[in-house]
């Protein structure tokens, strides 16, 4: 098992700054990835940005040169750094982790709210 908790999440400007953070704990060796995405209102929920145990960095193309992945191994921790926000950035984001062999995120957080303000 792997138990994720996020925290970072607001309300903030347009044009402002948010860090999110996704602790990690339990079985991490096993895991793979670990991503954000993100689920507004009446929407599916989107992927924002990923990162492996490479530290190999994948982005959406509507956070890329806005948003930052990164990653703490010493302290099993996943950060999102959120540089100049937009409305369409409001959400809630979720951290995932995906465990080596499996396609798919195998383990989320309980989502944090990020509001951006017009």
């Known amino acids: 098992q792997v138990q994720l908790v996020e925290s970072g999440g607001g309300l903030v400007q347009a044009g402002g700054s948010l860090r999110l953070s996704c602790a990690a704990s339990?079985?991490?060796?096993?895991?793979?990835?670990m991503g954000w995405y993100r689920q507004a209102p009446g929407k599916q929920r989107e992927l924002v940005a990923t990162?492996?145990?490479?530290?190999?960095?994948n982005y959406a193309d509507s956070v890329k040169g806005r948003f930052t992945i990164s990653r703490d191994n010493a302290k099993d921790t996943v950060y999102l750094q959120m540089n100049n926000l937009k409305p369409e950035d409001t959400a809630v984001y979720y951290c995932?982790?995906?465990?080596?062999?499996?396609?798919?995120?195998?383990?989320w957080g309980q989502g944090t709210q990020v509001t951006v303000s017009s």
């Open positions: 990162i492996n145990d490479d530290s190999r960095t």
């Open positions: 339990g079985s991490i060796f096993r895991v793979n990835e």
């Open positions: 995932g982790a995906r465990l080596l062999g499996w396609g798919v995120y195998n383990y």
